[in-house]
């Protein structure tokens, strides 16, 4: 079982990034089971939502940090979430993370919080220069 998220780097304010995530293995074979998010962690602090999708991608949420300048989607068909970023600020800086939850009850009420989530990929470094 295994997420791949990719597409960090270095970009200047104002400027834009796609973030991609992968998922493979056998947990993964009905994919369009599971919640896709995405969330960001800096050090020592504790890892922010910032996105998420429902199974079939058709109800999205976002925290209000990124409302109106990061979008995600999915693609079942290739097992893949994306975080389109826009209006990058120098704070949107930090270690981003894609993370899947098997589709439960309760869903609705709890997909911003990191211990919904029952699969992690390893992070992708996104940093924004002034």
């Known amino acids: 079982v295994q997420l791949q998220a990719s597409g960090g780097g270095l970009v200047q304010a104002g400027g834009a990034l796609r973030l991609s995530c992968v998922a493979s293995?056998?947990?993964?074979?009905?994919?369009?089971?599971?919640?896709m998010a995405w969330f960001r962690q800096l050090p020592g602090r504790e890892r922010e939502f910032l996105a998420a999708?429902?199974?079939?991608?058709?109800?999205?949420y976002y925290a209000d940090s990124v409302k109106g300048r990061f979008t995600i989607s999915r693609d079942n068909a290739k097992n893949t979430v994306y975080l389109q970023m826009s209006s990058l600020k120098v704070e949107d800086t930090a270690e981003y993370y894609c993370a899947a939850a098997s589709r439960k009850p309760g869903y609705t009420g709890t997909y911003s919080y990191a211990r919904t989530y029952d699969y992690w990929g390893q992070g992708t470094q996104v940093t924004v220069s002034s």
């Open positions: 293995g056998r947990a993964f074979s009905s994919y369009s089971n599971y919640g």
């Open positions: 999708a429902n199974w079939a991608g058709g109800i999205t």
